[in-house]
């Protein structure tokens, strides 16, 4: 019987991502209270937040494990300038000015990164008014 090719893509969307915190509870905070995500719920010491039909884990970190890592989380704000200045109103640190990428007309595709509580990186990424 002959295998038929898979699907493409093989996947149709990421359905959840998982970071490690030494202060799991105290990370949820900055998540939930700082960047507004909604806390879904708790099993065996991992938190989960949805963000927009995406699981975000926040959970214990294993030993000889690293907090922080090389992934960078990048959302897109509801409104750009209304969440720049309440994350900086939060006391959030931008760790640089605005990075336009694309500009079209009247808009500009915008980056701007920053850091959890923990050093996980994150970052504002969207389109905001020219």
Known sequence: MPMSM???PLFTRMSQVA???DEPVKLIAFYRDVLGFRYAFETGGMHFLDIGGVM???GPKYPGMTIGGDATFYFEP???DATEVALEKAGV?????VI???KAEGRDLALRTFKDPEGHTLAMFGWRAA
């Open 6 to 8: 898979p699907p493409t």
């Open 19 to 21: 970071i490690a915190s």
């Open 56 to 58: 975000f884990m926040i």
């Open 78 to 80: 509801t409104a750009w």
């Open 93 to 97: 640190d931008f760790l640089s000015p």
């Open 100 to 102: 336009v990428l694309q």
